[in-house]
Nanobody, 126 residues
C-alpha cells in the first residue's frame, strides 16, 4: 500500500526556518520524482519544488527560490524527501503536501502527480 506521510510543520515567526519531511513507503520510490505543493487559505494548491529520482535535479517555484532547498534519500521500498525552508514570511503560510509521480517527470502541475500525502500545516506569524 502506497503511503506518503509529511511531518515537521508548525508555527514560526517571520524570518525563521522549518524543515519538512515526507516519508514514502509501500513501493519502490527510487525511480520516481517527488514534489512539494502547498495550499494557503482560500487559495489553489500551488507548486513549491520537485526533485528527480536520484536527487540530482531540483526545480523550485520563483516564490521560494533561494530560500527553500529540497533533498531526498532513497532506500529499498522507501524514500524520504525534505524541504528546508528559510527566511519564512507570512505568505508561506499553508498546508504543505508531498506528492509522487510514477512517471518520474519533473512537473509543476498537480495533475501530473499520482499519490499525495495528507499535508502538514505551516504557519508563519508576522
Amino acid at each position: 500500500q502506497v503511503r506518503l506521510v509529511e511531518s515537521g510543520g508548525g508555527t514560526v515567526q517571520a524570518g525563521g526556518s522549518l524543515r519538512l519531511s515526507c516519508a514514502g513507503s509501500g513501493r519502490t520510490y527510487s525511480r520516481y520524482s517527488m514534489a512539494w505543493f502547498r495550499q494557503g487559505p482560500g487559495k489553489e494548491r500551488e507548486f513549491v519544488s520537485v526533485i528527480s529520482w536520484s536527487g540530482g535535479r531540483t526545480s523550485y517555484a520563483d516564490s521560494v527560490k533561494g530560500r527553500f532547498t529540497m533533498s531526498r534519500a532513497n532506500a529499498e521500498n522507501k524514500s524520504t524527501v525534505h524541504l528546508q525552508m528559510n527566511s519564512l514570511t507570512p505568505e508561506d503560510t499553508a498546508v504543505y503536501y508531498c506528492a509522487v509521480s510514477w512517471r518520474g517527470i519533473m512537473s509543476s502541475e498537480k495533475d501530473d502527480y499520482d499519490a499525495w500525502g495528507q499535508g502538514t500545516q505551516v504557519t508563519v506569524s508576522s
